[in-house]
């Protein structure tokens, strides 16, 4: 007897509307509105105060603003996505998801569509933020561009967050994964500082991380940067969103094998 596979658009779209409730259900009301409202300005107004304080002016705390606004985008891409692995196995589903017919690239992408729309929204509160109270000046015919900015920043943040869930499948927990490259990425993205003020292995670092890429087209997009020099920009994070994916599919086709190997599929 023949299994029966679902397409691809249905496990998509079911995964997508589905992962809030079940893999996502700690994403309740309460904590997207301290995510997207909340977290965003905090961690903006502290390396705000840190660049003050440090002595810098104006342009320095406009600097920093605008990084930490765009690096919030790491909770929900990082964390909201790399979390399905540990609420799978809390709810020991995991297992029988791995055991169906369903592929698993719809079956992956259809849990990132909720975290791409909840990172956009995160972006733009935060720049909603440096605008408003921190007076970042936006460059005249910069919202197309900045916009394009934030929703490929989002794809490729949370294709980054899918590649490290994948790489949960084998570990206890997720949770310390994604605090390091929460962190990491303060350090390395060029969020606080030029990347040129790091030692170079560092800098090659902090290129291969998407969150470099999407911080450096949005900071170019409110300076009104001509279309040659964002292009470039825009070019490096769709192929740092896209190597994430493929990635994260080989990895969790690895990972998979490794978690059945080793028993971590059911050990959190």
């Known amino acids: 007897m023949e ?11 079911g ?6 409730k079940t893999t996502l259900g700690f994403m309740r009301v309460d904590f997207v ?17 840190v660049a003050t304080l440090a002595g810098g002016g ?19 891409s990082i964390f909201s996505v790399c979390q399905t692995t ?14 169906t017919p369903a592929g698993r690239l719809p079956l992956y992408l259809g849990r990132g569509l909720i975290p ?64 390091i490259f929460l ?11 030029p990347l040129s003020n790091l030692p170079v292995p560092l800098q090659w670092v902090g290129y291969a991380f998407p969150l470099t890429w999407g911080v450096a087209s949005v900071r170019a997009t409110l300076d009104g940067a001509a279309f040659s020099q964002v292009l470039p920009l825009w070019g490096y994070l769709v192929i740092s969103g896209v190597a994430s994916y493929g990635l994260a599919m080989l990895s969790l086709r ?7 190997r080793t028993g971590s599929l059911v050990r959190f």
């Open 183 to 193: 962190f990491l990425g303060l350090v390395v993205s060029g969020v606080n500082f």
């Open 15 to 20: 995964n997508a509307l589905f992962s809030p």
């Open 116 to 179: 791409i729309l909840l990172s956009l929204a995160t972006v733009a509160v935060g720049l909603g933020y440096a605008v408003g109270l921190y007076h970042v000046p936006v460059a005249a015919g910069a919202l197309g561009p900045l916009a394009l900015s934030v929703v490929l920043t989002a794809f490729a943040m949370v294709g980054f967050g899918l590649l490290l869930g994948a790489i949960a499948l084998f570990l206890r927990t997720s949770i310390i994964l994604g605090n």
């Open 86 to 99: 540990d609420s799978e196995k809390q709810q020991g589903t995991l297992e029988p998801l791995l055991a």
């Open 58 to 76: 104006p342009s320095s705390v406009a600097y920093v603003v605008v990084g930490n606004a765009v690096s919030s985008v790491t909770y929900a």
């Open 33 to 49: 509105v301290g995510e997207v409202f909340i977290l965003s300005l905090t961690q903006m107004v502290f390396f705000a105060f």
């Open 3 to 13: 299994s029966h596979r679902p397409g691809f658009l249905r496990t998509l779209w």
């Open 254 to 260: 690895l990972f998979e094998r490794l978690a059945y």
